[in-house]
């Protein structure tokens, strides 16, 4: 064989080694890499959504299976006081009402709590949206884009609840402060229950069912980023 064939041949089988390096090694490895940057960015956003739900979970979960009462239970108790208490002197009333306003003022600020989270939550599904573009595997990067939209939905789940949770409120606060402007006077309360009451049913089916979505698309999230883990080839700490 002649220099020139030799080198025509070492040339070949280096190219055929750095192909080889290329779709056995540095792929794999690269795609993991990724994968694993990925996870990371999900994680961190994971902490930022459960610092998110809370205060707002606290801020609609009543004691009944806890053994212990809670902000919402109390709010409730002297919510339902000062509106049922049709027997009482107006001047009850009055202390029913003005109990009741700093019990909802508490719960007011248990949900306001989530503020800060709801922001860092947001850039944290940025981030993610970021972590998801940069893989280049796209059966990979097609899952990583499923949790994402997913997050986001969840997201903008949570802050439906958020926001029901607080008209919800106020407009208990509007009825107590009627009561206790009013002078425990059931007049205008009567009338003001007559027009909230549609309102707050509606509000509470709206709770109700953003609290179920909530459920069913985490389930999914948690679903589909077991899958993307699989793919990836990533197992659990044990």
Not at 86 to 106: E, G, Y
Not at 174 to 203: C, F, H, P, V, W
Request: glycine content about 4%; some cysteine; hydrophobic content about 40%.
């Amino acid at each position: 064989m002649s220099k020139s064939s030799t080198k025509v041949v070492m040339a070949v089988l280096i190219l055929v080694l750095l192909t080889g390096y290329y779709f056995l090694v540095f792929i794999p490895h690269r795609d993991k890499q990724a994968a694993k940057d990925f996870i990371s960015v999900y994680e961190k956003y994971e902490k930022t959504n459960s610092a998110l739900i809370v205060p707002l979970f606290a801020s609609n979960l009543g004691g009944e299976g806890l053994g212990k009462k809670t902000l919402v239970d109390d709010a409730n108790d002297k919510f339902g006081w000062a509106i049922n208490s049709a027997s009482d002197t107006p001047q009850a009333r009055v202390n029913f009402a003005v109990a009741a306003i700093a019990a909802i003022n508490k719960i007011i600020i248990e949900i306001d709590r989530s503020d800060k989270p709801q922001i860092d939550c947001e850039e944290a599904i940025l981030t993610l949206n970021t972590a998801a573009a940069s893989l280049k595997n796209s059966e990979m990067r097609k899952y990583a884009t499923e949790i994402c939209d997913l997050a986001l939905e969840r997201h903008n789940n949570l802050i439906s609840y958020k926001q029901s949770l607080l008209e919800k409120r106020k407009l208990c606060l509007e009825a107590m402060y009627t009561i206790a402007d009013g002078n425990g006077q059931s007049i205008t309360l009567s009338s003001l229950l007559m027009k909230n009451t549609d309102r707050i049913n509606k509000l509470n089916e709206m709770i109700n069912k953003t609290n179920t979505d909530y459920g069913e698309q985490t389930s999914k999230i948690a679903t589909i980023y077991a899958r993307f883990k699989g793919l990836a080839g990533i197992q659990d700490k044990q």
